[in-house]
Structures are given as C-alpha cells and as structure tokens.
C-alpha cells in the first residue's frame, strides 16, 4: 500500500495551500478558493470546502489524483494506495457535490473503484484498492449504492449487517453461476482494513461462505493474523471452499503456534480429502501436540482405507 504523496505549506499571511500529487501535478490556491490545474497541457479547475464532515466540490476537467489531493489538503484525510493504481487516477473528472457527507462524497467520487474509509482513526484513512475505468464526464452521477455506504459507516453494526448481505449477494451470485469478484473485492478489503475484529472476522466467513476459490489468497493472508479469532475463521473458510488449493493453503495452518488451531486445520484436512491433504496430515504425525496427533490418526483412518 502507497501513500499518495503530498506535501502541505501554509502562508499564514495569505493561507496559501500547496499540494504536489503524486501523478505529477500541481494545485496552488487560497483555501477554498477555486484552484486552476494544468495537466499535460490541458486545463481545468477545482473547488473544496470541507466543513463539519461534509464536502462542497466542483471539478472540472481534473484528474482523480488531484481530486483526492484536494479533498486530503482540506480535511486532513490520509490517502493509501494499493500498488499499481498510480496510473489510473490520472482518469479527468468533473462533478459537483454540495454539502455532502464525506463517506457519501467519496462514494460517488470513486464510483467503480474498490475502497476502505477508516473513520476511527485520526487522521481518518482512506484506502484506495482498484478500480477505475468509468468517465465521471461521460454519464449523470447516480446515488451511491446503500451497501457502499454501510460498509464505510462509521458504525461497526451497520458495516456488520452490510457484510451479512454482501455474502448473501454473493453466495446468491455464485449459485446462479454469476461473477463474484466484485462482492469478493469488497469483502477482502473489509477483511483487511475494516477496524472492528468482528467485521473482519465475518468478512472471512463470508469469503468461505461464497466458496470462491480465487479468495484463497486473502484467507491464506488471514491465517498469518494476530487475532486466534481471524486465524481460526480463516481455517473454516477454506475448508468451506475445499479443494486440492485450499488444502494446501492449509499447510500454514498446521505451523501455528496455537496446537488448538492446529487440530482445527486437521479436522479441516479431513474433511477436505484427496491427496494433498493426506500428504500433509502425514507430515502432521509429528506435531507437538499429542491431541493433534490423535486427530491426524483419525483423520487419516477416515481417508486412507
């Protein structure tokens, strides 16, 4: 993850704001003044006003990195980047928002885009994940969707019922033979960045719940977390998934330091079967633990007739 750079100088004599981006663009103006941009030769302009939470923007003709730059300067939002997403905030904009919410603003402004607000930290954090390709000029701004905006509100309840039915939709999704990737791009992210342990924690059950096996990446991710909770929901997820790739996933599982989860990536193993896992319940007949031996003995009995 990239912060995206900028650098603030404030003249107390004349509130001069300086903003360098790190598309390689430059705003200078008076706080909340509209700023000329100059961007490869094309101009275009920028207004923000940021006041009790809420944002007042009028772009024209301006990159998203500058956008964002802007709203960042005003607000004091910090700005994270997935890596190799530089390039597309070179995207021109133009859109209007009038006194609007910053969870809601940043929704419509990174319409098609993947993002995490953390709003209990301070300075508020933004992640920017992926995404981009739909022209803001090319089409009416619509409403952000209702689930956008639960999965940013600043309350954990609210992100939790949002992350129930994200897995619902997906679940839904996968049965019917529709793609997932979008609902799985939302809940990796809460699974990753959201700030309540029991977001993150549902978010992987959903992964598992939706039984995709293109989110073994982030739950193997997962089986490296801190949190006994994150580890062992991530354990249930891939054996939800099953297959020869999540049993492998599993081999992580089976060095943990906790002989607890170690036994549940036994039971995992078992109940996953084929050659994989009985390769790597093989190699668990020497754990520490005598209880994790006995569950290998078991599962192997089950597996090997």
């Known amino acids: 993850m990239k912060r995206l750079s900028h650098s603030l100088g404030l003249d107390r004599r004349n509130r001069c704001v300086l903003v360098v981006v790190s598309v390689g663009l430059l705003l200078v103006g008076s706080a909340g003044a509209a700023v000329a941009v100059s961007a490869n030769g094309a101009e275009g302009n920028i207004r923000v006003d940021f006041v009790h939470d809420s944002i007042t923007l009028v772009a024209r003709d301006v990159p998203l990195g500058v956008v964002l730059e802007a709203i960042a300067a005003r607000s004091g939002l910090v700005v994270e980047l997935d890596v190799g997403i530089e390039g597309k905030l070179e995207e021109v904009v133009a859109l ?3 006194d609007v919410p910053l969870a809601e603003a940043l929704s419509r402004i990174l319409r098609g885009w993947s993002f995490v607000l953390r709003r209990s930290e301070r300075p508020i954090r933004l992640w920017v994940l992926s995404g981009g390709s739909q022209s803001h000029a090319s089409r009416p701004e619509p409403a952000p969707g209702r689930l956008e905006l639960a999965l940013s509100s600043g309350d954990a309840k609210a992100r939790l019922e949002a992350v129930s039915e994200l897995t619902e939709k997906g679940a839904a999704g996968a049965a019917a033979g529709d793609g997932t990737a979008g609902t799985l791009e939302r809940l990796v992210a809460v699974a990753q960045f959201d700030d309540a342990l029991s977001v993150r924690e549902e978010a992987i059950y959903g992964l598992g719940e939706i039984g995709d096996a293109s989110a073994l990446p982030a739950l193997e991710q997962a089986l490296a977390d801190r949190s006994v909770r ?4 991530a354990i249930d997820a891939i054996a939800d998934i099953g297959g020869e790739s999540s049993a492998w996933a599993l081999a992580v599982a089976l060095e943990d ?11 995992a193993l078992g ?6 896992a009985i390769t790597l319940l093989e190699r668990a007949l020497l754990d520490d633990s005598a209880s994790v031996r006995e569950a290998v003995v078991e599962a192997l009995a089950d597996l090997v007739h």
């Open 96 to 98: 209007t928002l009038t």
């Open 230 to 233: 994150m580890r062992e929901a």
């Open 257 to 267: 330091q906790d002989p607890e989860l170690r036994e549940q990536a036994v039971h």
């Open 271 to 276: 109940g996953i079967g084929g050659d994989a």
